[in-house]
């Protein structure tokens, strides 16, 4: 229950596109909140976006209008699309997943790594110049 794997990383050029993926095992999909977090070498975690479960969507400051994320509750499934790619969009990109009933969280609770407790492995993203 709950377990998390990403897919569609990969190298791309300086202005191109990749859509990842995260899937979720188990049931109550729908009522998981997800969100996709990256790190780079030598850098902290970053909130990338989120997709709770009341449908809200939240995105980190650093891709705003260059992201969109969805999700399929019949596949368990969350999207990233991601475009308009730059090279310091490079790291290791993680999907989190936690079990959620309160409708009520402030906006800034689904930026907060703390709140998710099933993580992924992470997919590799990387961006040439």
């Known amino acids: 229950q709950g377990q998390v794997v990403e897919s569609g990383g990969g190298l791309v050029q300086s202005g191109g596109s990749l859509r990842l993926s995260c899937v979720v095992s188990?049931?109550?999909?729908?009522?998981?909140?997800i969100a996709w977090f990256r790190q780079a070498p030598g850098q902290e975690r970053e909130f990338v976006a989120a997709?709770?479960?009341?449908?809200?969507?939240y995105f980190g400051d650093s891709v705003k209008g260059r992201c969109a994320i969805s999700r399929d509750n019949a596949k368990n499934t969350v999207y990233l699309q991601m475009n308009s790619l730059k090279p310091e969009d490079t790291a290791i990109y993680y999907c989190?997943?936690?079990?959620?009933?309160?409708?009520?969280?402030?906006?800034?609770?689904?930026?907060?790594?703390?709140?998710?407790?099933?993580w992924g492995q992470g997919t590799q993203v990387t961006v040439s110049s």
């Open positions: 989190a997943c936690a079990f959620s009933d309160d409708p009520f969280r402030p906006n800034d609770y689904y930026s907060d790594y703390r709140n998710y407790g099933n």
């Open positions: 188990g049931n109550f999909f729908d009522r998981f909140n």
């Open positions: 997709s709770a479960w009341t449908t809200k969507i």
